[in-house]
């Protein structure tokens, strides 16, 4: 069966298990997780504007792996998804002064790495897509690491994981964004309805047919 539950504890693990500052640049000061921490992504944006760069540092900590799920659901390629994220931050960091408190600093981000990543798609255009057979990289696979022998139990559910993630990358790429948005990133279907840039009920039922076709993918694996 399909557990939104088991996909969304995956993903904190993965991001858990990675530098999340990685790409930044070194000149940038050490920041202090613990006291960042306490403030909204809306008053991290504001003290960046107001000359924190530490706040900066804290924004690419805290979105830096979602922002790369999201867009490699575009080209199916982790170090291009990586390159778009990075592009989205050097915007950031250069634009920041444009963002705006009238909509969530997560829809703001989130809308200009989607507009790099369509950007880049519309320039590759005539080139052939990546087929399944090429993600090969482990760096991708959502594989939970296990601090113990795996049990049976929990041999299952790592091997379910994977099917699941496997189902994902095969959708459609309408549906596989919207899916990712919702049930890795368990944001709002307003949210993502604006960053998508589709209305709502679209939104809601191209996260329906995803979630069927997943689970049709796992009738196999049952």
């Keep these: 069966m399909y557990h939104r539950s088991k996909l969304i504890e995956a993903q904190r693990n993965r991001m858990k298990a990675t530098n999340p ?3 930044v640049s070194s000149s940038m000061p050490a920041m202090n997780i613990d006291k960042k921490c306490l403030y909204t992504d809306e008053e991290l944006i504001a003290r960046f504007q107001d000359g924190d760069e530490q706040a900066y540092v ?3 900590y805290r979105f830096r792996d979602r922002l790369i799920t999201f867009v490699y659901g575009y080209f199916k390629d982790i170090e291009k998804a990586e390159d778009i994220v990075q592009d989205t931050f050097v915007k950031l960091y250069t634009k920041k002064d444009s ?7 997560s829809t703001w981000i989130y809308t200009i790495a989607g507009n790099l990543a369509k950007t880049e798609l519309r320039k590759k255009k005539r080139r ?3 087929t399944f057979t090429q993600l090969g990289s482990n760096e991708w696979e959502f594989t939970l690491p296990a601090a113990e022998p795996e049990t049976g139990e929990t041999a ?5 994981m994977k099917q699941i993630y496997k189902a994902i990358q095969v959708l459609p790429e309408q549906s596989r964004i919207v899916v990712i948005l919702r049930d ?19 939104v809601k039922s191209r996260i329906n047919r995803a979630r069927l076709k997943i689970q049709q993918a796992l009738e196999e694996f049952r």
């Design 156 to 160: 299952v559910d790592h091997l379910l």
């Design 128 to 130: 052939p897509e990546y």
């Design 58 to 60: 804290e924004l690419v």
């Design 184 to 202: 890795m990133q368990e944001l709002a279907y307003k949210e993502i309805s604006m960053i998508v840039d589709v209305p709502l009920g679209t």
């Design 21 to 23: 500052v990685s790409g």
């Design 99 to 105: 963002y705006k408190e009238i909509a969530k600093f």
